[in-house]
């Protein structure tokens, strides 16, 4: 049907009625944004009318009664021995509230059948509740054939009345069971029972819905012209969303302007109608979406001039059309008033949709204007609707602009509400934190990511570890890494090594120790530079019990370590620490190598500990002992020699002195290599004691040359250049 039939608008044509339109109390969802539920709502407004028809006020007591039995009859089985107790409290009231109660509908026929049975006499009120509890559970021709069975179940004293046909016809309607429906419709005017307007409303909704406009027209003719009856705004409600909804606007548009002179009030249903029709029949043909979106804008200019408040979906269908057509200006200025008028907010018309606001949430968010966004986006929270993909935008919008503060508080907003955000929701929050040196916020959200089931990137981990460790967080850096190795997350040695140091290092020595163990656990090692950190710091206990824990897990240790330790144990008196060092190591194998013994004999000596010391020294090889014995070899071959050299200052005194240096040098060094050959020591350790005694003599031989220096220097200062003094 062509939409430009005559020389004006639609909307000129019927909006010429200038009067104050009062807004009707009935809150509805209109079909815009894609939601059908209006008739929905129509058919639930009328089932509450019809079902409290000449309904008493009920008592505390009268309630209490029949949850009592519903209870009973819900969760035990069905026997003529419960129902005996139930005979006193047949009243009417107990007889419909129990079915209120009951859960499943098959016990509440069951129940209804046995009261009438006890004789209780069921009124029209107890009939059409029990066709409403069956028609509600789709159990339809169980409900049909009760239906046509009421008359003679009450012997006559119930007569069959419409809101038992409408009670059905909307059952089978909502079955999505059309010729059902239409077929009961037309049984129910045979019978001789009258057609009200909620059988009219109901019937047009069903055929509206399945698109049957020309049925829906005949409908509407028999309403008016066979049976008198006098159309209210729901029904006009039904024709004109139907009509628009299949593209027959101009019939719409004459549907309102006739309802006026049946003296229905148009209300924001009727307009969202409208509107919704218009825009949707725009997008459904290319060129006509300008002309039929101008006529959206006119019918909801004229919405407002005639005092009808807009709601969401008033605002929402022109903003979402104007999105697609592109005219995003023209929606900014729309959705700055939808904002600034807290239309969402009021609890008057439809609620809310978040989802019908996406495309300008997206158009924001791309330009810079992700605040705006949120604000509304907060509105639609308050009013309870959600939408993820909504929550998405404007967080990568906030972090599109460098706002990942305000990012994370939409974030929290939508774990509150039980939403899971995506994956890169989380990566780019996190990266955001980091660029911006904010590891504390980049920890939280990866600890909210985790709780999502999300397993992040190694290196990302890695990451805020690194930062973490820079700014000297030294709780949150170790419960980083703990949750890390619960997770069997690989570890990065070296800043786990920093994490070690920072603990240590503020004095945290036992959270420092089990942060080790839980490394040993997962088969991670502890670098020697622990081990230095705490021999600098003069923490020698903490370093001895690090090597303990590192053999008693099978790991490699540095035996200078071992030997500056437990000489270092010593000199403090921490005497016991240091012979449990030297006894793991015996029991390692890994005594031969120590060259520290006679320091901790001599400490336990002096402490008072015999037996230890004398287990050192008949249990232990002391590879030292023979070190020693060279020292001693050493100083007796050179001292004096040396000193008869200088006293008798001959020409030749630097040469001897060499020639004498070397002699005795290379003697002990061949004695001790000979001496520790049955140690089994390593090539690095020999060459270590070798250099030592080496070191030893030029020492011996430098300290000599001091003493005589003066004495030799007046006696050789004519006969040697000064250049011949640094023998060494």
């Known amino acids: 049907m062509a939409l430009n ?21 009935f809150s509805s969802n209109p079909c815009a944004v894609l939601r059908e539920l209006w008739s929905e709502k129509t058919d639930n407004h009328t089932r509450v009318q019809e079902l409290h028809q000449n309904e008493k006020p009920r008592s505390r007591n009268s309630c209490k009664r029949a949850k009592d039995m519903a209870n009973l009859i819900n969760y035990k089985p069905w026997s003529n021995q419960l129902l005996s107790s139930f005979t006193t409290l047949l009243s009417k009231t107990n007889v419909l509230q129990t079915l209120c109660h009951i859960k499943e509908p098959s016990k509440a026929f069951r129940f209804f059948k046995w009261a009438h049975e006890m004789g209780f006499p069921h009124s029209a009120q107890s009939y059409f509740m029990m066709l409403e509890i069956l ?11 009760f239906l046509f069975s009421i008359e003679k179940k009450s012997n006559g004293e119930v007569k069959l009345e419409d809101r038992f046909f409408n009670s059905l016809i909307r059952s089978y309607g909502e079955a999505g069971l059309f010729k059902e429906s239409i077929k009961l419709f037309e049984t129910m005017k045979s019978t001789g029972v009258l057609p009200s307007v909620v059988t009219f409303n109901s019937v ?27 159309p209210d705004v729901y029904t006009y409600n039904i024709l004109i969303r139907g009509f628009c909804k299949n593209s027959y606007i101009e019939e719409g548009f004459r549907f309102f302007k006739e309802m006026m002179s049946f003296d229905c009030d148009p209300d ?18 290319l060129y006509e979406t300008r002309r039929n979106l101008d006529e959206a804008f006119k019918v909801f200019e004229n919405m407002k001039n005639l005092q009808v408040p807009a709601d969401s979906a008033s605002y929402s269908v022109l903003i979402r059309s104007l999105c697609q057509r592109g005219d995003y200006d023209a929606a900014e200025k729309l959705f700055d008033e939808l904002y600034e008028n807290e239309t969402l907010l009021s609890n008057y018309g439809s609620k809310p949709i978040a989802a019908s606001y996406s495309p300008i949430f997206q158009y924001l968010c791309e330009h810079g204007k992700t605040k705006k966004a949120e604000k509304v986006l907060r509105q639609l929270m308050k009013r309870g609707t959600q939408d993820p993909l909504s929550y998405k935008t404007v967080i990568m919008g906030h972090c599109k602009e460098g706002a990942y503060e305000n990012g994370y508080g939409i974030l929290v907003w939508m774990l509150r509400r039980d939403f899971v955000p995506d994956f890169e929701i989380y990566d780019c929050l996190i990266d955001g934190f980091l660029l911006k040196d904010k590891p504390l916020l980049a920890k939280e959200t990866l600890e909210k990511m985790l709780k999502s089931s999300y397993k992040p990137k190694t290196s990302t981990l890695h990451s805020i ?25 690989r570890q990065n040695i070296n800043l786990s090594t920093e994490n070690l140091l920072l603990l240590f290092g503020s004095g945290l020595r036992d959270k420092a120790f089990q942060i080790i163990e839980l490394h040993y656990k997962n088969g991670y090692r502890v670098k020697i530079e622990v081990v230095q950190f705490l021999c600098q710091r003069g923490k020698l206990p903490e370093a001895c019990k690090l090597l303990l824990f590192s053999m008693e897990h099978h790991r490699n240790i540095d035996i200078d370590l071992c030997n500056s330790v437990i000489a270092g144990l010593c000199k403090i008196n921490k005497v016991s620490e240091a012979f449990n060092l030297c006894y793991e190591l015996a029991e390692k194998g890994l005594h031969q190598e120590l060259i520290c013994l ?29 070190h020693d014995d060279r020292q001693k070899q050493l100083a007796k071959g050179l001292i004096e ?43 690095e350790t020999v060459e270590r004691m070798q250099q030592s005694l080496r070191d030893y003599a030029k020492q011996i031989v430098a300290n000599k040359a001091k003493e005589e220096s003066g004495k030799i220097l007046i006696r050789m200062k004519d006969r040697m250049p000064e250049d011949n003094i640094n023998i060494l």
């Open 641 to 683: 020699p040396v000193e008869s050299l200088f006293e008798a200052g001959g020409k030749d005194t630097w040469v001897s002195i060499r020639k004498l240096l070397k002699r005795e040098t290379e003697a002990a060094v061949t004695e001790l290599s000979a001496c520790i050959s049955g140690f089994e020591l390593d090539e």
């Open 204 to 230: 047009l909704s069903i055929l509206l819905r399945r698109g049957r406009t020309n049925m829906a027209r005949a409908v509407y003719d028999e309403m008016l012209g066979t049976y008198g009856v006098t």
């Open 5 to 25: 039939s005559g020389p004006q608008s639609l909307s000129s044509q019927v909006f010429t009625k200038e009067r104050f339109i009062p807004i009707s109390n």
């Open 135 to 145: 028609g509600r559970q789709r159990n339809l021709n169980v409900a049909r054939n």
């Open 268 to 285: 924001v249903v009727t307009y969202n109608s409208l509107v919704d029709g218009l825009c949707k029949a725009g997008k459904r043909v």
């Open 465 to 489: 570890l690194a930062r973490l460790l820079e700014k000297g967080c030294v709780h949150e850096s170790t419960s980083l890494i703990v949750m890390m190795l619960e997770r069997n997350i």
């Open 598 to 626: 006679n320091d901790l004999i001599a400490a336990l000596e002096a402490g008072g500990r015999l037996k230890e010391a004398a287990f050192i020294s008949k249990r232990m090889p002391r590879v030292d002992l023979k």
